[in-house]
């Protein structure tokens, strides 16, 4: 979607400014927003992809007020409202007025090191002959979806390069709504700074992405 979460290529935010030597996080709360958002997670309620997707749909002006983990916190409240474990009413009241949703999984303090390490692998097997080989050009689609998407607004309807070949992994579009995980083949694919930026842009720049099969079509 076209979100506030999509600032590729926006002006008026000023230079990317990375702050050096930056600590994994800046407040001991920060700690505890990644440890209370990885562990429902853990629940089985939902997928990483419907997740990112309650971060895009937070207001423009609630999400760029908003340090990162805050944002963080925000969705996850939006996915614990909607599959049934806290109310809003208990959100404001601060505690639980109800008995909730009972989680599929519970993800216990034990096994919390061997979770980490397993991850959440999204590759898949795709069955079907890659429809581009390196080398080739390709232009991405010119879409605008109200729902989830892995193909930067700032890259759509523009002609680059295959680079190269990628395997089979879970379709997010799909995946944030509920649709299935519906693998696709991934391909990475170089674009040119004139392309992507127009007139004055550096021409020694180019920009690679990793776009899914059906964002691509044949220059």
Not at 81 to 100: I, M, Y
Not at 120 to 142: I, L, Y
Not at 175 to 190: D, F, K, L, M
Request: contains cysteine; charged residues 25%; negative net charge.
């Amino acid at each position: 979607m076209n979100g506030p979460h999509d600032l590729g290529g926006q002006m008026g935010f000023g230079l990317v400014a990375p702050e050096k030597d930056e600590p994994y996080f800046h407040a001991e709360w920060e700690k505890r927003a990644l440890g209370v958002t990885l562990t429902a997670g853990a629940m089985g309620h939902w997928t990483i992809d419907e997740s990112r997707h309650a971060r895009e749909n937070l207001h423009p002006a609630d999400y760029y007020s908003s340090s990162y983990y805050e944002i963080w916190i925000k969705a996850l409240e939006t996915l614990l409202k909607r599959h049934g474990f806290v109310t809003a009413e208990e959100l404001a009241a601060g505690t639980a007025l109800d008995a909730g949703a009972t989680p599929k999984r519970v993800l216990k303090a034990e096994n919390v090191a061997a979770v980490l390490a397993k991850g959440g692998p999204c590759d898949r097997p795709v069955d079907s002959p890659a429809r581009f080989a390196p080398g080739d050009r390709v232009r991405t689609k010119n879409f605008h979806p109200s729902g989830h998407t892995r193909l930067p607004r700032y890259a759509r309807g523009k002609n680059g390069v295959v680079e190269a070949v990628r395997d089979g992994f879970v379709f997010p579009d799909t995946n944030a709504h509920g649709g299935g995980e519906s693998p696709q083949r991934v391909y990475t694919v170089a674009f040119s700074a004139a392309e992507l930026w127009g007139e004055g842009a550096d021409p020694t720049l180019t920009v690679s992405i990793d776009a899914w099969e059906s964002y691509l079509e044949p220059a």
